[in-house]
């Protein structure tokens, strides 16, 4: 029997796993590349993403990492003989992890906007409220005989208040993670300011006798009317010395009217 054929069938089989081996680095370097490529477009698409669409791209990041790692001993195998394929590898890891840090930032500024709403609807709800409470202080406050209970009443009015105060930080701190938010800040602050100042109004209140109270009523509306005298006064000096001045500046050197009338 002749060894040529057999001969030449095992030269052919080492001629095709040596081809076999030369083409394993250029796969692995394409499918490298193209998960790579991947990855770059779900991180370009995350900063412009809603809450539905950040779970499409963790679904495809998860698909991505997932067919990585599988490709990996391949490409990793590759790049022993590849400076390409290493700066893909590390392209790709350092990626990875900026990607996830992009999809958490992401996830905290939409959790911000569901935060910030529900802290203006409990602002918005507590100012019937705090309508309501200062009626019902203001009414036990008219009554000697009901001062024990005008005083459980305020400690439980500040119980009511810490949703309002939670209300208020909740919101600060979701405008501080997501700056979208910062433009409602000014309402939120009024919202909370107003109803803080009513806290503070009920906590102040104590029986009086109706003379006191008629007396800090006359007092208030003197201080108002002194007030206003005294803006009366500054708006004449005002009017007076702007008068002055259009007088000087008719009659004075330079001016239209540079000699006065005579009679």
């Known amino acids: 029997m002749s060894l040529k054929p057999l001969l030449t069938v095992l030269l052919l089989a080492a ?21 790579l490529s991947e990855m770059e477009e779900a991180a370009q698409a995350v900063s412009t993403a809603d809450e539905r669409g950040l779970k499409e791209i963790e679904k495809n990041v998860a698909s991505i990492e997932m067919r990585w790692d599988l490709a990996y001993q391949d490409i990793q195998t ?3 003989t590849s400076g390409d394929l290493v700066e893909t590898m590390s392209s790709f890891d350092r990626l990875r992890a900026d990607l996830a840090d992009s999809i958490a930032l992401c996830k905290n500024k939409i959790a ?4 910030f709403e529900e802290s203006r609807r409990v602002l918005a709800e507590s100012a019937p409220l705090y309508d309501s409470l200062y009626k019902t202080a203001f009414e036990l406050s008219l009554v000697k005989k009901l001062a ?4 459980k009443f305020k400690v439980q009015e500040q ?7 939670a209300a208020y930080d909740n919101a600060a701190a979701a405008a501080g993670i997501n700056p979208a938010l910062e433009a409602g800040m000014p309402e939120v602050e009024e919202q909370y300011i107003a109803l803080k100042d009513k806290s503070e109004e009920i906590q102040k209140m104590t029986f009086k006798p109706f003379v006191e109270r008629a007396k800090d009523y006359l007092l208030s509306i003197g201080a108002v009317a002194i007030l206003l005298m005294y803006l009366n006064v500054l ?9 002055l001045k259009e007088q000087a500046k008719k ?4 001016g239209k009217d540079r000699f006065y009338p005579t009679i």
């Open 235 to 243: 708006k004449s000096k005002w009017a007076a010395a702007k008068q």
């Open 159 to 165: 119980l009511k208040f810490q949703p309002v105060q």
């Open 112 to 115: 911000a906007v569901g935060t």
């Open 148 to 151: 024990p209970v005008l005083e």
């Open 78 to 80: 590759a790049a022993m």
């Open 15 to 35: 001629l095709s796993i040596s081809a076999f081996a030369q083409e394993e680095p250029d796969y692995a370097g394409v499918k490298a590349a193209l998960l």
């Open 251 to 254: 009659y004075g050197p330079g």
